[in-house]
């Protein structure tokens, strides 16, 4: 595992344990990488956290991906480029290889406000943090 992936876990579990309630991670998100195969749902390192959190939650974990696919459309006589958020769900099978499922009404309730205002697009990881340690990856700057 890479140094930056242990420092924010590391965060991850500071930030847990200081808390008073009982907080407990259901899922990861991942950003869509380049050098995945057209074959490979989810990275190896986003499978590994998947089944570690299931194993430690002992509860199913949902892996969501946001992905800004470019399309073209023509308007009068010019092509023009625009792009569309896809978002994919992906579930763990019990042979713990990722199997994409359909998101249930609650889970799409829960991401849908995030999807139509375009929340998403200022959504901060860990990346953006360490680049800038006023970029909240705690998001709650997305919460209303």
Known sequence: MSGLLEVAFDMIE????????????????????????????VSSV???IAQQLRINNQVDPLIIEFDAITRQRQVND???????????????NQNGSPTKCEMNEIEF????????????????????HFENINNDWLN???IK
């Open 14 to 41: 500071s930030h847990l344990l200081s808390q008073s309630d009982d907080l407990q991670i259901l899922g990861i998100y991942e950003a869509p990488l380049q050098s995945k195969s057209q074959d490979q749902n």
């Open 140 to 142: 709650r700057h997305l």
């Open 46 to 48: 986003g499978q590994a």
């Open 109 to 128: 309730q829960i991401i849908e406000p995030y999807y139509d205002d375009k929340r998403y697009l200022q959504l901060c990881d860990f990346d953006d």
């Open 78 to 92: 010019q092509m023009q480029q625009y792009q569309k958020m896809q978002i994919e769900g992906f579930s763990l």
